[in-house]
T-cell receptor, first 115, second 114 residues
Framework: DTGVSQDPRHKITKRGQNVTFRCDPISEHNRLYWYRQTLGQGPEFLTYFQNEAQLEKSRLLSDRFSAERPKGSFSTLEIQRTEQGDSAMYLC?????????????FGPGTRLTVL | DAKTTQPPSMDCAEGRAANLPCNHSTISGNEYVYWYRQIHSQGPQYIIHGLKNNETNEMASLIITEDRKSSTLILPHATLRDTAVYYCIGLHSTGGTSYGKLTFGQGTILTVHP
């Protein structure tokens, strides 16, 4: 257990439905990241928060995706109008602000299946 | 961030050293080499990182060549629990604009067998 939790761990939904995932980072960590991982591939960066500010978004994050971190603590990732191609593991990670040090602590992930 | 190249898979006998290579010939002077691993159905886990000098911690050792174009992660006494996908990542320091985002490749699937 890294101290990063994600909820739910598994989500099965029908195409066209909206889903929301939650990530609770380690409490003193300012930085929070979302990644997506499809079968057989390494995780791909989606977005990054420093406190409540979303500072970077990948081109992978289409208009159907939105992420928030309203109080600089937990974060949510919402997918609207899900498609089968959204089926993947969604990973959240957090890290402290520092210099030259990028140890990110990952949660267990939320596995999304879109039918 | 530097592109890294790793073999797709490797085997190792339990109790023996596992030596995982990584090529990063385009790495720049201020890019660190990071290693993460991902055990099945879990999130990635940080192992070790280095810039120029060799590094050792409780999990592994990292040997970086003098020209910094390649490195080797060494698990000195592999156990069955070390079976995982191992990722080598080149990453600028926090002072850059990357914000520390990790760019994972395909990694090396290490299988430790009895």
């Amino acid at each position: 257990d890294t101290g990063v939790s994600q909820d739910p761990r598994h989500k099965i939904t029908k195409r066209g439905q909206n889903v929301t995932f939650r990530c609770d980072p380690i409490s003193e960590h300012n930085r929070l990241y979302w990644y997506r991982q499809t079968l057989g591939q390494g995780p791909e960066f989606l977005t990054y928060f420093q406190n409540e500010a979303q500072l970077e978004k990948s081109r992978l994050l289409s208009d159907r995706f939105s992420a928030e971190r309203p109080k600089g603590s937990f974060s949510t990732l919402e997918i609207q109008r899900t498609e089968q191609g959204d089926s993947a593991m969604y990973l959240c990670a957090s890290s402290p602000t520092g210099t030259g040090y990028h140890e990110q602590f990952f949660g267990p992930g939320t596995r999304l299946t879109v039918l | 961030d530097a592109k890294t190249t790793q073999p797709p898979s490797m085997d190792c006998a339990e109790g023996r050293a596992a030596n995982l290579p990584c090529n990063h010939s385009t790495i720049s002077g201020n890019e660190y080499v990071y290693w993460y691993r991902q055990i099945h159905s879990q999130g990635p886990q940080y192992i070790i990182h280095g810039l120029k000098n060799n590094e050792t911690n409780e999990m592994a050792s990292l040997i970086i060549t003098e020209d910094r174009k390649s490195s080797t992660l060494i698990l000195p006494h592999a156990t069955l629990r070390d079976t995982a996908v191992y990722y080598c990542i080149g990453l600028h320091s926090t002072g850059g604009t990357s914000y520390g985002k990790l760019t994972f490749g395909q990694g090396t699937i290490l299988t430790v067998h009895p």
